[in-house]
């Protein structure tokens, strides 16, 4: 960019003929740099910010935090957090739940906190970051409730 840019201000400054004033030719020259600071900056795409993390809204517990009440998630006494508990037929399927979810807990930088013995599994799910519940959980419970559907 820089390179060509430099060698748009050479072109100007050079066709301007050898006669002109070397006033207006440092005028063209300079002309074609703001246009091209203009035209560089203009072209700049704006950094995408990172989605701050919130708290979920009133409104976003009704619409997506209650479903998941009536799935059987839980709020913890005391906490802005859910809680869940999950039996499988043994602890071989409760561990392959359990991974599915760690990956998605590592591709999300989201983890649970959760106790296993055997084929229960207990989840809780709250967001440290915010100190409650965010989107980030509810993503993250639904992903749950959708997986065990298949160890029923
Ligand atoms: C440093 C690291 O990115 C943060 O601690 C992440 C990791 N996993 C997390 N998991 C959960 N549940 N809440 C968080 O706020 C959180 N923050």
Redesign the pocket.
Known sequence: MAVCVYGVWMRIAHNSSISEPVEKRARLVATAINSTIRYSTATTVPVQKKKK?AKLTEQERAEQLQPLLDAGWSMVNGRDAIYREYIFQDFNQSFRFMTGVALL?EKM?????WFNVYNKLQVT??????GGLSA??IRMAKYMEEEFKRYA
């Open positions: 993390m807990a930088n989201h983890h649970p906190e799910m709250s967001t440290h970051d915010v980030k959980d």
